[in-house]
Structures are given as C-alpha cells and as structure tokens.
T-cell receptor, first 113, second 112 residues
Framework: DAGVIQSPRHEVTEMGQEVTLRCKPISGHDYLFWYRQTMMRGLELLIY????????DSGMPEDRFSAKMPNASFSTLKIQPSEPRDSAVYFC???????????FGDGTRLSIL | SQQGEEDPQALSIQEGENATMNCSYK?????LQWYRQNSGRGLVHLILIRSNEREKHSGRLRVTLDTSKKSSSLLITASRAADTASYFC????????????FGTGTRLKVLA
C-alpha cells in the first residue's frame, strides 16, 4: 500500500494568495483527518470526514479555511486568502474505522510570506 | 481541553540506555496511542492501549496506562541512535472517538 499521499510537500506563497493542499488517503479507509502542526500549538485537528462527509469542523480556525472530499480517494484543504500566521505543517491522516491507528502522510510545509 | 502533555519535553540519553516518556491527559478515554515523528516526516503509529488494559509490549517498547491517574508512560529499552525522534501520545475520548487529541511531544535524542 502506498500510504497516505500529500501534495505538495512544500509550498511558499505570498500573503493573500489562495493555497490548496491535497491528500489521497489509504484505499478502504473511511475516515480522513486534516491536522495542523506548529511549534506553539502542537498538532491540532482541523476537520475530519467519514465516507466523504465532513463530521466535525470545529477545529477549522476561520472561514478562510475550507475542506472538501469529493470522493473516497481525494481531499483538499484550501486557505483563501492566506496569511503569514497560517504558516505551519499540514498533515492528512486516515483510518479504516474507530479505535484504529491513524496513518499519516508526510505533510505539506506551508510558508506564507 | 483534553490535550495531553508529555514529560519531559526533551530527553537526551546514550545509546543502550532506556528512555521513559510520560503522558498525562484530562478526561476519560477510550484508548491511548503513542506515535513517533522523525524530522520532516509524518507521525508513525507505535502502539495502542485500550482503557481496560494496563500494560502492553511491542518489541523494545513498553506502554503502561493508569486511568485513575490519567497518565501513561512509554519505555524504550536498549535505545538506538535511530530512535531519535519526537514522541507523541494521542487520546480518543469515550464520546467522539474519532477526535484524537495529541500531546505536546517529547523530543528524544539518542547519542551514539
């Protein structure tokens, strides 16, 4: 299995630009999670999906953030407009069902100048 | 918040020594998981212990769970330089099992 695949691995863009992060979960995994990791706040859960449906988005910091999962093999996290404080590493993870270990991608390191 | 806290924040030991990391959390849990993160990489699952279990082993790893104290410990025996990484605990609550709350992490450095 290829594991969870995220793209791009690195993104550098200027403040105000739209940023789109992509994730392909492991095939057969019904749950997909988006996290943000910073030195100050650690690893924060932003949103998670079950069978492509957003279940809990209470961790999404602002309306500038949105996430979609159009099908079982693809999800996006979009920031529009981006701000310097959005700079972080964004991780996607998936699990097959509850009480199972999460499988993480290698993350997207986002820098907003 | 339910966020766990690892202790110590950083640990430096010699190869061959044992490393112990602790995790405390605040609310009732369904299970607790430990993850490792190498620099520039995603988190990798190490071990899961359920709330009705007290101890679990996997290779050189030993995890204990004390639900009365809301704490867990991860012991790595006979450490190797390759064990250098950050280690995180994650808890899943009794409700909303899919919302995993990660701790602040322990940075372990194993010196060759």
């Amino acid at each position: 299995d290829a594991g969870v695949i995220q793209s791009p691995r690195h993104e550098v863009t200027e403040m105000g630009q739209e940023v789109t992060l992509r994730c392909k979960p492991i095939s057969g995994h019904d749950y997909l999670f988006w996290y943000r990791q910073t030195m100050m706040r650690g690893l924060e859960l932003l949103i998670y999906f079950n069978n492509n449906v957003p279940i809990d988005d209470s961790g999404m910091p602002e309306d500038r953030f949105s996430a979609k999962m159009p099908n079982a093999s693809f999800s996006t996290l979009k920031i529009q407009p981006s701000e310097p404080r959005d700079s972080a590493v964004y991780f996607c993870a998936s699990i097959q069902r509850s009480n199972q270990p999460q499988h993480f991608g290698d993350g997207t390191r986002l820098s907003i100048l | 918040s339910q966020q766990g806290e690892e202790d110590p924040q950083a640990l430096s030991i010699q190869e061959g020594e044992n490393a112990t990391m602790n995790c405390s959390y605040k609310t009732s849990i369904n299970n607790l998981q430990w993850y490792r993160q190498n620099s520039g990489r995603g988190l990798v699952h190490l071990i899961l212990i359920r709330s009705n279990e007290r101890e679990k082993h996997s290779g050189r790893l030993r995890v204990t769970l004390d639900t009365s104290k809301k704490s867990s410990s991860l012991l790595i025996t006979a450490s190797r330089a390759a064990d250098t990484a950050s280690y995180f605990c994650a808890t899943a609550g009794t409700s909303g099992t899919y919302k995993y709350i990660f701790g602040t992490g322990t940075r372990l450095k194993v010196l060759a």
